[in-house]
């Protein structure tokens, strides 16, 4: 029985290249009473390997938290597979709207405390006491509401590069933070305004509308399924866009163009751009926005020391970075003072 990735990354890629077949990238989550998430974790990997599935799995007590790709050829008995499973039945599925064969090159599902790391106490407050949920038409009426506060939940490099006009977009690093933030904002606003939040997919405003609530606000919303199933219901039912710019997504693709609209700069030279990159010095895999021309003169590196340690034969790179970790892929997220025009 096969319960973990038996290829690399690499040798993943070249099987994907070779079958040719398209695939696609999938997210969905559910808040469920999971008895024993170990045991519903390998019944998965042993389901969804068979499958060709790949991607990120979180799975927890609390239920499950999956972004995935499938060989669209499995699709039907992958759905029939979720449809079998109780509380998976019918769970809406978020399809990404630009697809990418290598979004996702491992299946890893792991074990965890939470599916989203939203830092909550989740015992302090009733988490199923939601905000109400609204789609994308009755999102677009109430964002024009004067006595609506519009909250963007997803973390500072996510709305730099695309969201909804008017939002306020918190500039922080993680989720815990904006909470507090936004709650001691509109401290004075607890009962008058309509609250409306929305983040990538629908799953952080889950807690974040229940904490809220919790916390005192009258009127919480939110906006069922997030970006992803706002796009494609604005296109269904052409309705008016009000996205702008880009959706950051969190595979390969790292983002997805909802409208034309560039609303973020290149960090290096400061023209518009909203291509993210990880600095290529593997030392530092900073995360943030290089325009072409920059890529091209910094060797695809986020500074002159990056550009200078890319250069060195590879066996002295691995010298260099002996013992040591690389935060940037946990911490700095698109911040760093070698970053001028990080707004
Ligand atoms: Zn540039
Ligand atoms: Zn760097």
Redesign the pocket.
């Known amino acids: 029985m096969q319960l973990y990735n038996t290829l690399s990354a690499k040798e993943r890629a070249a099987l994907i290249e070779e079958a040719g077949q398209e695939r696609l990238t999938i997210s969905f989550y559910k808040y469920a009473q999971i008895g024993n998430p170990s045991i519903f974790r390998n019944h998965l990997f042993i389901r969804w390997n068979e499958l060709d599935v790949l991607g990120r799995i979180y799975v927890a007590h609390e239920g499950i938290n999956a972004q995935l790709s499938v060989p669209a050829e499995n699709f039907e008995a992958f759905k029939e597979h979720l449809d079998s499973i109780t509380f998976l039945e019918n769970v809406r599925l978020n399809i990404a709207i630009e697809q990418d064969n290598m979004s996702f090159l491992k299946l890893k599902v792991k074990v965890r405390e939470k599916i989203v790391a939203d830092g909550l106490e989740d015992n302090a407050f009733d988490v199923t006491n939601k905000g109400i949920h609204v789609d994308a038409e009755k999102f677009n009426e109430l964002i024009e509401d004067p006595n609506t506060v519009l909250v963007d939940m997803r973390n500072h490099y996510e709305s730099e590069i695309g969201r909804f006009k008017n939002a306020i977009t918190p500039d922080v690093d993680t989720f815990r933070d904006s909470l507090d933030i936004i709650e001691k904002d509109l401290a004075e606003h607890k009962e008058d305004k309509k609250l409306v939040m929305y983040c990538t997919g629908g799953i952080r405003c889950e807690k974040a509308s229940a904490y809220y609530k919790h916390k005192g606000f009258k009127n919480v919303y939110q906006l069922e399924g997030g970006i992803i199933e706002y796009t494609r219901q604005v296109t269904n039912k052409k309705l008016e866009n009000k996205f702008l710019g880009k959706n950051f997504v969190f595979d390969h693709r790292r983002g997805e163009r909802i409208t034309e609209d560039v609303i973020a700069n ?1 960090h ?4 518009p ?1 909203d291509t993210h990159v990880n600095c290529a010095n593997e030392a530092c895999h900073l995360l943030f926005i ?2 072409e ?2 890529a091209e003169a910094m060797d695809n590196c986020c500074s002159v020391d990056c550009k200078d340690i890319h250069a060195l034969p590879f066996e002295e790179q691995k010298k260099l970075r002996k013992g040591k970790t690389v935060s940037n892929k946990i911490f700095k997220k698109g911040r760093s003072e070698v970053l001028k025009f990080k707004k």
């Open positions: 290149c290096q030279c400061g023209s751009c290089q325009c021309t920059c």
